[in-house]
């Protein structure tokens, strides 16, 4: 039995104006968190220079987020069932207005982290529920047309989290990044706290605390090895550590999901071998998605010079594409090989993304777009065909446990695939920053020629012939760590693109028609 208002009876009090006005409650709320997740990314060269930190700290703030998202997906149904649809929408809005305003006013870098990990936990718990409250309150033959505008919204919010970021930081500070949201926060939790079913379970939920534990525990080792290794040794005993407890509480975490009973995943759905062989496309490709969201704009500052706004509008055009293909290539989903949709998804990424290794401070803005609105145009053909052939062969009692679970593992690759990308930068980076400095002796003709020049000019602007050589040296050295960054750059987009092509491999081993069974 349950207590509280149903959806029937605000049907009966609101009549069928209700539907409007309790999915723009949940369209408004699922917006602002996803906008959330990419508004970041413009302002990584900001808060590097803000905090005096490197790269792979920066990017915590959009793998923190990430990870907290993925890990509190599992909590939503015990939510539900404990505080019902409207005290857990309302709880995860507060929540979530916590971490913006911690991230707002903090002094410290890792009290903004922290604010980021509440966004996330609060973004990744709301999200199911809303879907959930949209699917009960449209009828059977309306709810794929409803799923498919909340789809399309929020890949446009994907699109515009860059933009609205780049404004922020334009014409107010980087903080604001954090702040923007807020009023949409509060229209949704006012809406929310009137039109969301109250409903909830009496007697309390089973939930696997082990379980939950485990994965959280194993992805902060693994994001906290990965982040700090660079600086304190990859061989120290600190990453060692680190090390060793993710991979022990990784396995421990699949053994125990193993085990039956009430756990977090089910992982019997993998002996389907279209389904598992879905879950590692989903994976792979998460890591690429995920990377390429955050690496394009982040390239755009750093290696072109250009300001957080144009960074932003870069990836408004991929993401406009991204919404205007979907209904198109979802209905195709039903007719062509998913082999078939899932590859020419992943060339597309690959063939958007391939063109970026060669990218440096003199390519064409409009060249760098293009490249975006080719390689997302691949996530309109993945996404549809990855879930529909996942799902296709489940029992209907499989469903939601199934959907669930490739969508942990796409997001869950996207989170790990980011960190692990940025230490992959950074290495790269000092890897080729040494080398060209090693180059940097006498015999080098044209960093002579360079000093030379910069002597001159300093000499011509009134600088003290005592400065000429440490201001030409100065520049010199950043003009290497230039080059090492965009060649580090271009390593990094090469590494994407390899993995879209890894990704193929289980795309090519599914069944060739999309009726193909086990």
């Not at 060739?512 to 086990?518: A, E, K, L, T």
Request: charged share 10%; aromatic share 12%.
């Amino acid at each position: 039995m349950g207590t509280g208002e149903s959806v029937d009876d605000l049907f009966r009090r609101y009549g069928d104006s209700y539907r409007v006005l309790v999915t723009a409650a949940g369209m408004t709320a699922s917006f602002v968190m996803v906008i959330s997740s990419t508004i970041v990314n413009v302002a990584i060269p900001d808060v590097m220079g803000a905090f005096g930190i490197g790269q792979d700290q920066a990017q915590l703030m959009a793998t923190a987020f990430n990870v907290a998202m993925v890990t509190s997906q599992l909590l939503n149904a015990w939510v539900v069932a404990v505080f019902g649809q409207r005290y857990g929408f309302c709880g995860t809005l507060l929540v979530f207005t916590i971490g913006s305003f911690i991230g707002g006013f903090a002094e410290d870098y890792g009290m903004i982290v922290f604010g980021r990990v509440l966004q996330g936990a609060a973004a990744g718990c709301i999200q199911p529920l809303i879907m959930v409250t949209i699917f009960q309150v449209f009828p059977a033959d309306r709810r794929g047309f409803a799923m498919g505008v909340y789809g399309m919204g929020l890949t446009l919010a994907v699109g515009l989290g860059p933009v609205l970021g780049g404004v922020a930081i334009e014409l107010l500070d980087w903080r604001y990044i954090f702040l923007a949201p807020i009023p949409l926060v509060f229209l949704a939790l006012g809406l929310g706290f009137i039109f969301m079913p109250s409903v909830r379970k009496e007697g309390g939920q089973a939930f696997d605390w082990a379980g939950y534990a485990l994965i959280n525990i194993a992805l902060f080792c693994c994001m906290t090895g990965l982040t700090d290794g660079q600086r304190e040794g990859w061989v120290s005993n600190y990453t060692t550590v680190y090390s060793l407890i993710a991979l022990a509480c990784g396995i421990g975490f699949v053994l125990w999901q193993a085990r039956g009973g009430e756990t977090l995943i089910d992982v019997s759905l993998f002996r389907n071998r279209n389904f598992a062989l879905c879950a590692i496309i989903a994976f792979t490709f998460g890591m690429g998605n995920f990377g390429t969201a955050y690496a394009v704009p982040v390239f755009g500052q750093l290696v072109q010079g250009q300001t957080a706004l144009d960074a932003g509008n870069m990836m408004l055009p991929a993401a406009l594409i991204v919404v205007l293909a979907l209904p198109f290539t979802g209905r195709l989903a039903d007719v062509i090989s998913p082999r078939v949709g899932i590859m020419a998804g992943l060339a597309l990424f690959c063939l958007g993304t391939l063109p970026m290794a060669g990218a440096d401070a003199n390519t064409p803005y409009l060249h760098l777009v293009l490249f975006a609105v080719v390689a997302r145009g691949g996530m309109s053909f993945t996404m549809p065909f990855i879930m529909s052939t996942a799902l296709r062969t489940l029992r209907p009692e499989q469903l939601n446990a199934g959907g669930g679970t490739i969508n942990f593992c796409r997001q869950l690759g996207g989170s790990l695939g980011l960190n692990a990308w940025v230490v992959f930068l950074e290495v790269r980076t000092h890897y080729h920053s040494d080398i060209l400095a090693a180059t940097q002796s006498a015999d080098n003709t044209s960093s002579r020629e360079m000093l030379s020049d910069v002597g001159r000019i300093l000499g011509e602007a009134g600088v003290p012939s005592s400065i000429h050589e440490p201001g030409a040296l100065h520049y010199l050295g950043q003009v290497v760590h230039a080059q090492a960054n965009t060649i580090g750059f271009q390593d990094g987009f090469l590494i994407l693109a390899i993995s879209f092509l890894f990704a193929m491999i289980p795309a090519w081993l599914l069944g060739r028609s999309r009726r193909d069974g086990n």
